[in-house]
T-cell receptor, first 114, second 114 residues
């Protein structure tokens, strides 16, 4: 069974540019989460999809971040325009529906904004 | 609200020595607790989880953790370190196993020397 995949693995962009990160969850997982780790800090929750609906987006830092989940399958996280403080590793995780299923994480996308 | 404190950003041990990684949590409700490991260029992998069934939890690769409510701790141990254990370890808390976001500690890098 394929795990959670993320693309790209690394991205280096200039301040003011736009970047789109993609996450493909494990097939059949209705829950999809985005987390971010800024260097030296803890991994922090950004948002949670259940199928194509945003269940919780309380962790999104500001309106420069836009997440979508097309048809309840893959998800994208767009940062527009990117700022220096957006640099970090963005993790995606997915889980099955229900109270007892753990989250499986992807390898992350390392974003560097210069 | 939940929070996690991991004592020590880096822990160094010799191969064959005891591994002890510390985690203290704060939670307003009975918590679910997790330890994740991240090897270089890989996603976070679940080592073990506490779900209130037993206070001593055994995980993969010989790791175990004990939930101590009185101390609000969930320290991770392994009797004998292997070189392959070198990785970053994250303690996390949530209020449920599914549907719920994870709150992470800052992580502890385990260094194993020959």
């Amino acid at each position: 069974e394929a795990g959670v995949t993320q693309f790209p693995s690394h991205s280096v962009i200039e301040k003011g540019q736009t970047v789109t990160l993609r996450c493909d969850p494990i097939s059949g997982h209705d829950n999809l989460y985005w987390y971010r780790r800024v260097m030296g800090k803890e991994i922090k929750f950004l948002l949670h999809f259940v199928k194509e609906s945003k269940q919780d987006e309380s962790g999104m830092p500001n309106n420069r971040f836009l997440a979508e989940r097309t048809g309840g399958t893959y998800s994208t996280l767009k940062v527009q325009p990117a700022e220096l403080e957006d640099s970090g590793v963005y993790f995606c995780a997915s889980s099955q529906d229900g109270l007892f299923y753990e989250q499986y994480f992807g390898p992350g996308t390392r974003l560097t904004v210069t | 609200a939940q929070s996690v404190t991991q004592l020590g950003s880096h822990v160094s041990v010799s191969e064959g020595a005891l591994v002890l990684l510390r985690c203290n949590y704060s939670s307003s409700v009975p918590p679910y607790l997790f330890w994740y490991v991240q090897y270089p260029n890989q996603g976070l992998q679940l080592l073990l989880k506490y779900t209130s069934a037993a206070t001593l939890v055994k995980g993969i690769n010989g790791f175990e953790a004990e939930f101590k409510k009185s101390e609000t701790s969930f320290h991770l141990t392994k009797p004998s370190a292997h070189m392959s254990d070198a990785a970053e370890y994250f303690c996390a808390v949530s209020i449920s196993l599914g549907y719920s976001t994870l709150t992470f500690g800052k992580g502890t890098m385990l260094l194993v020397s020959p």
